[in-house]
Structures are given as structure tokens and as C-alpha cells.
């Protein structure tokens, strides 16, 4: 197991910022930490990275206890927080060397860790300048490139692409796909984009409780009991003849000639529009299934 968190408690007065979670994450797999503003999913990060202690409960890494272990945490882990914090008066190429000297690598190892970063976070160019010059973007690869630098075994990303242009963005969720292929990545977003694309599973929380914990494909096959078929013919036709097919629950026109037939998630409502299509003579020209978007999932396990 690379990361399992045990009925993690974490809280401020009367404020259960993260009450009672559990959650683990297998080695190698990339784990999409999703949830609203105020879910908790930072101060999760913290306590998984040594930098806050848990109120109860406890965070395991790779065997190693948060709370009774936190320095061997600390040199199997990398972290870049939600707030980028980099020194903005040091080149990039030092600044790299001096976060490799403090997890204590030196000599020709360390210079050949920088360059091997340098490299696979796409700054070459700007190795040579200090880091206030850079782009967000850049700076934003300046911060993988030294959560990665000591070849931690597990990463953990609050919110990374935050704040870049879509190029930017594209462009870091490829970094962290490859990152991705030989280490434990827990990374933060409210982008649903970015976990279709790159995670293998889905942990929600909401208001400090877990609320949905899966595979992604699972997640968008499991959180509805309806599902909806477009339905698209050469010609206009008649809505209430669609409503008659056992197992729908309403239709509505949608552009052109296409009609979104909602029905229960088990009907399988194809022979029937068929049938009916042939009867009556309407051309059909397509017919799919509408895939349950994560954006509405997560609103509903959210609101």
C-alpha cells in the first residue's frame, strides 16, 4: 500500500475541517482529491505531508506514520502546495540545487538530479534566469521540478494548474500523466477535465466527509438512476409517440432534429425507438448514449 489514510480527523473550536476519512491509494496509481471550497482536501495534503499534525486518526506513507515518523514521510514524499512558494531573487538552476541539498544530495549526483528536472519539466530556456522573471506557468513547473528533485516515491499536488492558460494546462496534466507511469500522484483540482484525462480514481469529500470513492468510469456509471439517449431523425417528430417506449421518463428536443430521451438507467430503450422509427417511417440517423458528466456528479454529491 503506498498511501492509506485511517479515520482522519483534523479540527479547529467547533470546526471539523476533515471528520473521519479513510481512503488508500495503491502504488502507481494517479488519485483525483476532488471537492468544493472548504471541503478539506488541503489540510488532507498537510497532514499527509508532515506540515500539520492530525487532531485524530492518522495518515500511513509507504508504512510510515505521520505523526511517529514524520522525517521518513518527508524524504518519500514530494509536495507542491496550492500556493506556489518559491524564491523569487534565486535562478532556477540554483534554486533546484538548494532544495537537492536539503534532502541531501550532493556532488555530481545532485547536478545531474537538477539536469535530469531541468529536463523533464520543460526548462531548459529558462534554467538561466531567476525564478520572479518566469511565467506562471514556468513557475509552476519550477515547483514540480523541486517536489520531484530527490525522486520521492510519492507526489502529492494541490491544485497545480491553477491559474494557467490552457496551453499551460494541457502541458502540465501531460507532466503529470508521465510523472504518473512510476509513482503515487495525489493531486487536487476542481477541473473535471483534468480527472477524466489523467486519474485512474476519484476521492470526493465535502464539508470534511468522504463522499464518493471509485474508479472514474464506476463513478460516472454508478451515481444516477437515469440515463439519457440521443436520439437523432432526417425529420421532426413527435415527442408524446417517444414518451410511450417502456422505461422513459421524458423526452425533450435538442438541436436540430435530435431528441434527448431520458429514461431509467437499466431500460434499454433501442429496439423499441427502432421499432417505432421503422413503423412510422422516420428516418433515424444516430443513436448514443449521453455519458453522465463528472461536473454533474460532482454537484450532486456537493450540493
Not at 417517444?242 to 431509467?264: C, E, M, N
Request: hydrophobic letters at 40%; glycine letters at 8%.
Amino acid at each position: 500500500m503506498s498511501v492509506e489514510v485511517k479515520h482522519l480527523f483534523k479540527i479547529y473550536g467547533a470546526q471539523h475541517a476533515v471528520d473521519d476519512i479513510s481512503f488508500t491509494v495503491e502504488q502507481g496509481q494517479i488519485l483525483g482529491f476532488l471537492g468544493p471550497n472548504g471541503a478539506g482536501k488541503s489540510t488532507t495534503m498537510k497532514i499527509a505531508t508532515c506540515y500539520l499534525p492530525p487532531s485524530a486518526g492518522t495518515i500511513l506513507v509507504n508504512g510510515h506514520d505521520v505523526v511517529q515518523n514524520p522525517m521518513a514521510v518527508r524524504r518519500i514524499v514530494g509536495y507542491l502546495p496550492e500556493h506556489n512558494p518559491l524564491y523569487l531573487d534565486m535562478y532556477v538552476h540554483e534554486y533546484l540545487a538548494f532544495v537537492a541539498s536539503v534532502y541531501g544530495l550532493k556532488g555530481k549526483f545532485a547536478k545531474a538530479r537538477v539536469q535530469e528536472m531541468v529536463a523533464l519539466c520543460g526548462l531548459e530556456v529558462e534554467q538561466g534566469k531567476k525564478i520572479g522573471a518566469l511565467s506562471k506557468g514556468y513557475r509552476q513547473r519550477v515547483g514540480l521540478a523541486q517536489a520531484l528533485v530527490h525522486d520521492p516515491q510519492v507526489l502529492i499536488l494541490d491544485e497545480p494548474t491553477t491559474g494557467l492558460d490552457p496551453n499551460q494546462i494541457v502541458e502540465i496534466r501531460s507532466l503529470i500523466k508521465r510523472i504518473g507511469q512510476n509513482k503515487t500522484v495525489i493531486f487536487s483540482t476542481h477541473i473535471m477535465q483534468e480527472v477524466a484525462a489523467i486519474c485512474d480514481r476519484v476521492v470526493i469529500i465535502n464539508r470534511g466527509k468522504l463522499v464518493a470513492d471509485s474508479d472514474v468510469a464506476s463513478l460516472q456509471a454508478d451515481q444516477s438512476t437515469e440515463k439519457v439517449t440521443l436520439v437523432e431523425f432526417e425529420q421532426a417528430v413527435e415527442v408524446e409517440v417517444l414518451q410511450t417506449i417502456p422505461g422513459v421518463l421524458r423526452v425533450a428536443p435538442a438541436d436540430g432534429h435530435v431528441y434527448r430521451v431520458t429514461s431509467h438507467r437499466d431500460a434499454d430503450i433501442r429496439s423499441n425507438v427502432f421499432r417505432i422509427a421503422a413503423e412510422r417511417n422516420w428516418p433515424l440517423v444516430g443513436l448514443r448514449q449521453e455519458e453522465n458528466s463528472l461536473e454533474k456528479i460532482f454537484q450532486q454529491l456537493t450540493r
